[in-house]
């Protein structure tokens, strides 16, 4: 499966851009996929093919039933609106019909610790504000796959705890999940299966061990920086 | 599309044409007045602009230009405003799915919801001025439907093409400046040499003013036949906007990136 990205370079002229050139794997229900490769390889490309955002240029994806989505934060959200606008808003984009929303309005609030702020206009949040409630509404968007891109917590460092340990629970329940992420620990804890992605191409695919042997082993020592020093 | 992701769909175009109506009210200082109040200045402009052409046609000249202004403004705010839809939503589209042709749509939506503002205040000018309601008014909602399924066709349809081409945005632009001038809003298209009127009657709009005009001042049914063909016309090109939109759906984002 291929993507490519049309760039203009000029008059009448434009280049074209191989995100992916040829990437393929299997998905299995439950499982839960790593996606490594260094800066530009094409992985969050490939996420948003996942979550039908694009599509591919060469090849097919095939989904057997079930909706694919991003976990997107903050999507959507009007600065003049209140936050429970905006919360209406957001599950809406990201797949829940309004009743549902409205019906999770109480829990989204408690879990962003927003209080009496949700009826203000969310202008007049501080970042980290609108970072909880982005994170609050994403969470329960529930959607069949759930695709992350590198975000496993957002926030100070309490709301961040807080939020990943969710994350970590909904990833180790039976969700299917395809995460996009730099860091090993993360993999090797949380991941079934990984899916190693060099410059638009799928280098391996297989079980997380060994995948991550051979991923860091490619890795010239000098760039690695805060992986631990493993041998 | 199954009916639960359809019903989704319109859910959100409501509710973000809600959202974006909220946003513009709560954005300007006084509101929701300005809804009223640029059109107003839309319409004074051209009344001093073409003052001495207008007062000399008499104390009709000025309901005759009203009810040509107040559609023509619907039709090109929506038509400009549609046409942009997919670049304007491009942040968003590269972070969910959207289908995009419910993005033109949420623009005629707002849209439409500030023509029935602008044509409230329109009857009660008229009103006003000795055109007072009639029966033949039941005819008016006919007449907006038929100019709606117009524009959502030909916003669409520039809906589709702009991402594509965005070059195309300067004719969108310009052609509506010159339809400004070729749809019988400052004149009476039938008082022309007949070439000229013949190919003017080429131009949908010009019905449709036509028949807000039957209808509101001159107390007659509208041609239901121009109408029918106008309706007909906007079927066809939507059917055209909505296969472009279908099959450049998944494949719009990636022009809007860098």
Known sequence: MGVCYTRRSGLMRSSKFWALHDVSFDLMHGETIGIVGHNGAGKSTLLRVLAGILAPDLGQMVMHGGRASLLSLQVGFIPYLSGRDNVVLSGILLGLTRRQVLARMDDIIDFAELGDFIDEPMRSYSSGMKARLGFAVAFQADPDVLLIDEVLGVGDAAFRAKSAAVMREKINSDKTVVMVTHSEETVLELCDRVVWIDHGVTRKVGPTREVMDEYRASVPAPVRRGQGGRP | MNPVQAR??????????????????????????????????????????????????????????LT???????????????????????GLIQQVY??????????????GIKFLVVLALLLLVLAAMGYPPEPVWVALPVVMLVEFLLIVALGSLAASILPLLPDFKLIVDNGLIMLMFLSGIFYDVDKLPPAAAAVLRLNPMVWIIKAFRS??????????????????????????????LRAYDRHYTKLMVG
């Open chain 2, 8 to 65: 989704r769909w319109l859910e959100l175009v409501w509710w973000k044409a809600m959202a974006e109506l909220k946003a513009e009210a709560a954005r300007a200082y006084i509101g929701i007045l300005w809804w009223v109040a640029e059109p107003a200045l839309y319409m004074a402009a051209f009344y001093v602009a073409f003052g001495a052409g207008i007062r000399a046609g008499g104390v009709h000249a000025v309901p005759f230009l």
């Open chain 2, 68 to 90: 040509g202004l107040v559609p023509w403004k619907w039709f090109a705010s929506s038509v400009q405003g549609g046409s942009g839809a997919i670049q304007a939503n491009s």
């Open chain 2, 98 to 111: 959207v289908p995009k042709a419910i993005l033109p749509f949420i623009v005629m939506v707002i849209n």
């Open chain 2, 215 to 244: 209808v509101l001042m001159e107390h007659a049914w509208p041609r239901w036949d121009t109408l029918l063909a106008v309706a007909v016309f906007s079927l066809v090109v939507y059917a055209l906007a909505l296969a472009v």
